[in-house]
């Protein structure tokens, strides 16, 4: 596990769901990547249809999960490493009908299941889904459903220290 996640892992395990007083007590760029509700900001504006599934791709900490399921949308997580998937379900202590785990690559996934909402982070390299490969994308389209929605984020984690890092009080 990269230092960044047991770092945050450690600080999950001792604030919980205070994640303002985390970010003001442990202030950092890693910190406010993985806890800070920002993220968010970027589907806020989506209107989701509650009770709908939505797949979500390369979303390390969870970052837009806990919205998710404020909204009542039956979300699925995917990820390459189990860490992260063990990290968003601490993170998130919700009902197994509501937040489903998958380890391994999207197009691994069960050719069964369609989306109506599939939220793809964007990752050049690294871990998770490469974006650059045109394998993400067909299979991003073999599991949405008819009419459904594809929401690409490019997430630049210099535009939190910039734009992010003043809002927190």
Not at 15 to 25: A, N, R
Not at 42 to 52: P, S
Not at 78 to 89: A, P, R, V, Y
């Amino acid at each position: 596990m990269e230092k960044s996640s047991l770092t945050a892992e450690a600080l999950l395990k001792i604030y919980g769901s205070d994640e303002k007083k985390l970010l003001t007590e442990h202030p950092s760029l890693e910190n406010l990547y993985a806890f800070s509700n920002q993220r968010e900001g970027a589907i806020e504006w989506i209107d989701f249809q509650r009770g709908r599934k939505v797949l979500v791709i390369n979303d390390r900490f969870g970052a837009v999960v806990g919205s998710l399921l404020k909204k009542g949308l039956d979300v699925t997580v995917i990820d390459k490493k189990q860490e992260n998937l063990d990290f968003i379900s601490e993170r998130y202590d919700v009902s197994e009908e509501q937040l489903h785990f998958f380890k391994g690559s999207i197009a691994g996934f069960s050719k069964n299941t369609q989306f109506d909402y599939i939220i793809l982070f964007g990752n050049v390299h690294g871990e998770g889904e490469c974006v650059t490969e045109p394998s993400t994308f067909r299979s991003v389209n073999r599991l949405l459903a008819d009419h459904g929605k594809f929401i690409f984020l490019w997430i630049i984690a210099l535009a939190f220290n910039f734009f992010g890092w003043n809002t927190i009080e």
